[in-house]
């Protein structure tokens, strides 16, 4: 698992990118619950994911509507296959409106730029 802690923020809000292999949507599940065993990552507002996996798509927006199609599709055109990204969000106070697609983005660019090779 890496993790990327506080690579951007936007009006208040923070976010992190966190990812790793997984095979299945029960071990994207369990990826997702052993991130939020870190206090930090439980309080967060949204901690959205997606994966590519053999058996289709599987993304999960934790409340943060279409932010896991947008994961998913820098997913496919990057051809990363059964590797998780969870994009982490601690609400700031200050609504985003379209700019949150912009900052989930930056964010999956982010880990797909500095994610460690053969990971």
């Not at 936007?10 to 997702?32: I, L, M, N, Q, T």
């Not at 289709?56 to 990363?80: F, S, Y």
């Not at 409106?97 to 460690?116: I, K, N, P, S, T």
């Amino acid at each position: 698992m890496q993790v990327f802690d506080a690579i951007l923020t936007d009006r208040g809000s923070k976010y992190a990118v966190s990812g790793g292999p997984v095979k299945s949507r029960a071990e994207a599940v369990a990826f997702v619950k052993t991130l939020c065993k870190e206090r930090k990552f439980a309080k967060a507002t949204h901690n959205s994911w997606g994966v590519v996996l053999n058996e289709g798509p599987v993304k999960n927006d934790d409340g943060e509507a279409g932010a896991g199609m947008v994961i998913l599709r820098m997913l496919e055109r990057e051809d990363l296959r059964d590797h998780i990204v969870v994009v982490t969000r601690w609400y700031g106070g200050k609504k985003l409106g379209g700019d949150r697609f912009r900052r989930v983005q930056d964010a999956v660019r982010y880990y797909l730029d500095h994610r460690a090779s053969g990971v």
